[in-house]
């Protein structure tokens, strides 16, 4: 017991424990309704976003546009096309493909308006960034950008490859190490979650594990923003009072600055090969 609260203890000044236990639960659930079936997570998600809505007075206005765009608009608009019929699904097929295109590729982009708060690693995020939308925007156009392929329950995004998810996943989780996302502490695990789901996924359905990230990434990404608004709105847990350190700075200091810039200039380098070559 005591060596559990001390791994506890140890791990808390980088990780919110408590919120990233419920955050687990929280995807075990949306991963048993994802394979079952999307409508009890779409009753949930439309619940989910009301609550915000009407009792949210402590968030900005950018805050509460980034939940929107992740819950009701994200999430929710992709179960809703789920639980729709065949016959409407493969109607509205090329609409929905061309939101869903619009989606991944915008919010890729708008990662590059990340500030860099005066760090190497920010900056060269940047460089990696951009590297990473060409090269998954070449694999769309390989497909005609015919994204979107249809399933039972599943939203399967088939444009990306395995590699391509590696490599934004050491991107993501070293953007969140930037100051504007302060501790980053309720977030650092949201690559482990959303590539976890991935192969939970593949395992489930049976389909290859670079079309599961699509969802896995879905339902990662607005389940941490909705927990997040509601555990703060209704002081659920404690809330996150190192949220706005920059525990990078503190703990790793400017060489740890210049190792994860090199990190991201490797990224950078490898999606740089990738479209040179025509590789996945």
């Known amino acids: 017991m005591s060596s559990t609260v001390d791994l506890s203890n140890a791990i808390e000044p980088f990780i919110d424990v408590q919120f990233n236990s419920w955050l687990t639960l929280i995807l075990a659930f949306a991963y048993v309704c994802a394979i079952q079936g999307p409508r009890l997570l779409l009753l949930a998600v439309l619940g989910a976003s009301a609550t915000i809505a009407l ?9 509460m546009i980034k939940v929107v765009a992740l819950l009701p608009l994200g999430l929710g608009s992709v179960l809703a096309y789920q639980t729709m019929s065949r016959s409407f699904k493969i109607r509205h097929l090329s609409a929905f493909t061309a939101y869903i295109n619009f989606a991944v590729y915008g919010n890729i982009v708008m990662m590059l308006g990340t500030p860099p708060g005066g760090t190497l690693r920010g900056l060269c995020s940047k460089v990696a960034c951009l590297a990473l939308f060409i090269w998954v925007v070449q694999q769309g156009y390989r497909v005609g950008f015919k994204t979107v392929r249809l399933h039972n329950n599943l939203f399967v995004f088939t444009a990306v490859s395995k590699s391509w998810i590696f490599a934004h996943a050491i991107y993501r989780f070293i953007l969140l190490t ?6 980053g502490r309720r977030h650092r695990l949201m690559e482990f979650y959303s590539l976890g789901l991935t192969f939970a996924l593949s395992l489930a359905t049976g389909l290859p594990f670079e079309h599961c990230f699509g969802m896995a990434d879905t339902l990662t990404a607005p389940a941490a923003a909705g927990w997040s608004a509601i555990a703060t709105t209704f002081d659920l ?5 190192r949220k706005n350190e920059d525990l990078v700075a503190k703990t790793l200091g400017a060489d740890g600055d210049l190792y994860l810039s090199g990190v991201l200039l490797a990224v950078a380098a490898f999606a740089c090969y990738k479209i040179g070559t025509g590789r996945k």
């Open 237 to 241: 847990i404690p809330r996150d009072t």
């Open 55 to 63: 009792f949210d007075k402590s968030s900005s206005a950018v805050q």
């Open 178 to 183: 930037l100051p504007c996302f302060g501790s």
